[in-house]
Every structure is written in structure tokens, then in C-alpha cells.
């Protein structure tokens, strides 16, 4: 197939492509090639990509700014991750699902790398065709590309606007829709990217309730109500395969962490969350590694807990719901009688009174979908 740029809607669908980020105009990514190479230009609109310290650069506009997160915590992130109690033991949960589901996948992308934790160790987990790291903010990929070197490439985006097509069998995003005020638009563009029957494994810290300082200093916009990332995703044209929560056991100890500290310093938040006492971070990486060996090896789904781990798969795109039905808002207790689920309806109500504005388009309607979604998902 010659490599001359066309619609998008000219293309196979199966074709892996990359897609220009101003005319949406589309070339075939060719076996070996990058996905997003140094130097590349657009044949149709003549639009160049710059390159900012070797790294392909999307979004210049919003790069190190205050957007979703705070770019100098990159920092402190690098010291902290490896050993910590709660990064390792998720780290283990990710990529075990990635294998056990997707062993086959061959080219990964992770949106959002930050500083390249994850990502190093799915690069080492298996021979990629190809490995890619994507996150706003130069100031993590600085860290990723000094953990990774050759190991992956790196690209400068907006995850909301993926410049490709089908090019991915796998996409992961940890930790990252809870930062973007628009998550739909983050998973349908994960959607478009992924190739057919290619996967997204996502997680996000889970249940309003525990919503704390660390929230707001991580610049959060939500934490999800159980089944909701789920309905999303459905909406969205996924399949779910399997959904879990993580850090279940040591609930507890979050609740009695968080809910008495709505407000704190980021001093304070580094000191309590990221720089334990040695013996108490060694005695609960060992309980949530048990956690996650109970997962991995028995499937065993955790109905709460402090992130909810969802899995899915690119299925057939299903038909939007119409605005008749996204309007359509009964109250928290009713959805509470369909749901019959006492968790559930709880994230719901204090969802609502957070906020007030997205109540009708988004939570309510998101939780009767949710409901199904709970019932029918594989894992849950």
C-alpha cells in the first residue's frame, strides 16, 4: 500500500496508522517504523511536529503547566516509587493482568507514563515490537526516558487526542482519567488507537467518600463510584473483561488516614503517604502482595478498595444514548432501588452533592449503566 496521506475513511481499518494532529489526514505505520517519528510531516496540510529535547511534542500549549497535575511532583515521585508499599504490589497487579489476558499483545502503549515506573516494567516483561510512553508534561518524561532509555519511545501529548489509529494492542492508563476533567474523551481516543480486540487496562482511585487532602493536592477531578469507569467504557464501544479493586485490605487504615485530613501541605502528604517507616512499609507491601496473588490466581474480585482496576477489550461501538435518556434523572434513592447496591448508592450520593452541575448527564445516567455493567462483567 503506498504510504501517500488520505482520509482516514480511505483506510482499512485493520492498517495500523498514525494521523496528522491538524487535517486528521492518515499514513500507514509500516512494520518497524515508529509510530511517531522525529522530523515527521503532514503531505496534506505540510504541518511539521516539533521536536522538544528528541521527544515528539503534540501539546506544546498545556506542557508543565498546572493541567491535571502538578508537574514538580515528578521529583519527589521518582524518589518514592520503587519499594514503596503501594506502588510495587500494584505494579505486579497491572502487568499480571496484561499477561494473562493479553500475552499476545505486541505493541503497548502507556498514557500518562509520568516518570516511567510502569512502564519499565512492562518493558522488561516481554519482547514488544513496540513500547511507548506518552504524558503531558516533559517534566516526568525527563525521568522516563532516563529509566528506559532505548527501551521505549516517548512522545509529548494530549491523551484526549491520540494522533493514531488502530496502532495498539494494548493501552494502559494508571492512575490518569481521575486528572482529566473530559475521561470520555481520553477513552475514545484509546478506543480509536487500539486495533481491533486490542485491550485498555485503566485503573483510578475508587469511592468519593475517601475524597481528602491528597486528592486535592493530586489534582484530582473525581474519584470514581464503583461501576461508573465501567459504564464509560461501555458507552464508549469497550467490552469489559474483568474489574477489581486494589488495596482492599488495608482500607481500613485509608479511611482512618484520610477522612480526618481534608486539609493538609504537600509536606505533609509526602511525610504520611510516600516516606513510611521502613518496617511499616515492608509489613504492608507484604499484606497487598497476598492481595494481589489472590487476585492474579484465583480471580478473585474485591468489591472495594482504595483504586478500582478495570480491564476491556475494543468491541463493537454501541449507539450513543440519546440526550432523552441521559436527561432522564431520578433521584439517588431510586437509582439506590434499582442498583441494590448500598456502596454504590452511597458513591452516588455524595457524588451528587459534589457536584451538583453533572448530575444529570453524567452520574445518574452512568449509574443505571453501571448497574448492568455490574452484573454482567466478567470478574465482578
Excluded at 474519584?223 to 459504564?231: A, I, N, P
Amino acid at each position: 500500500m503506498s504510504s501517500k496521506l488520505t482520509s482516514y475513511s480511505e483506510i482499512v481499518r485493520t492498517i495500523r496508522v498514525r494521523a496528522c494532529p491538524v487535517c486528521d489526514s492518515a499514513e500507514q505505520i509500516s512494520e518497524g517504523q515508529a509510530i511517531w517519528p522525529a522530523g515527521w510531516r503532514c503531505a496534506s496540510c505540510g504541518e511539521s511536529v516539533p521536536i522538544v529535547d528528541g521527544v515528539p511534542s503534540y501539546a506544546l500549549a498545556v506542557a508543565n503547566t498546572l493541567t491535571g497535575f502538578d508537574p514538580s511532583a515528578f521529583d519527589e515521585l521518582v524518589e518514592h516509587e520503587a519499594g514503596h508499599y503501594w506502588f510495587e504490589p500494584r505494579n505486579s497487579l497491572l502487568l499480571g493482568l496484561a499477561n494473562k489476558i493479553f500475552p499476545s499483545a505486541d505493541h503497548y502503549l502507556e498514557i500518562g507514563c509520568g516518570t516511567g515506573f510502569v512502564l519499565d516494567r512492562f518493558a522488561g516483561a516481554r519482547r514488544w515490537s513496540s513500547v511507548t510512553g506518552s504524558e503531558l508534561h516533559p517534566a516526568g518524561l525527563k525521568h522516563a526516558r532516563v529509566r528506559l532509555g532505548d527501551r521505549a519511545a516517548f512522545v509529548q501529548m494530549d491523551a484526549r487526542r491520540i494522533p493514531a489509529r488502530d496502532a495498539f494492542d494494548l493501552v494502559g492508563a494508571y492512575d490518569v482519567l481521575e486528572h482529566v476533567e473530559d475521561d470520555r474523551a481520553v477513552i475514545s481516543a484509546v478506543h480509536s488507537a487500539l486495533a481491533p480486540g486490542g485491550g485498555f487496562i485503566a485503573s483510578v482511585p475508587q469511592h468519593p467518600f475517601l475524597w481528602s487532602a491528597a486528592d486535592d493536592l493530586g489534582h484530582h477531578i473525581r474519584r470514581y463510584c464503583r461501576g461508573e469507569l465501567e459504564s464509560r467504557l461501555v458507552s464508549a464501544g469497550f467490552e469489559i473483561v474483568t474489574s477489581t479493586s486494589f488495596a482492599t485490605v488495608i482500607m481500613p487504615l485509608m479511611i482512618a488516614s484520610r477522612l480526618g485530613r481534608r486539609k493538609a501541605r504537600m509536606e505533609d502528604l509526602i511525610r504520611r503517604e510516600f516516606a513510611l517507616p521502613s518496617v511499616l512499609n515492608t509489613a504492608l507491601k507484604a499484606v497487598l502482595s497476598v492481595e494481589v496473588a489472590a487476585t492474579l490466581s484465583f480471580g478473585l474480585p474485591w468489591p472495594f478498595g482504595g483504586s478500582r482496576v478495570v480491564v476491556a477489550r475494543k468491541g463493537e461501538q454501541r449507539a450513543p444514548r440519546s440526550s432523552s435518556t441521559a436527561d432522564a434523572s431520578p433521584s439517588p434513592r431510586e437509582i439506590g432501588d434499582n442498583l441494590d447496591d448500598p456502596i454504590l448508592l452511597n458513591d452516588v450520593e455524595r457524588e451528587m452533592k459534589r457536584k451538583p452541575d453533572q448530575t444529570r448527564r453524567n452520574i445518574v445516567s452512568d449509574a443505571h449503566i453501571a448497574a448492568n455493567t455490574a452484573k454482567l462483567s466478567p470478574g465482578r
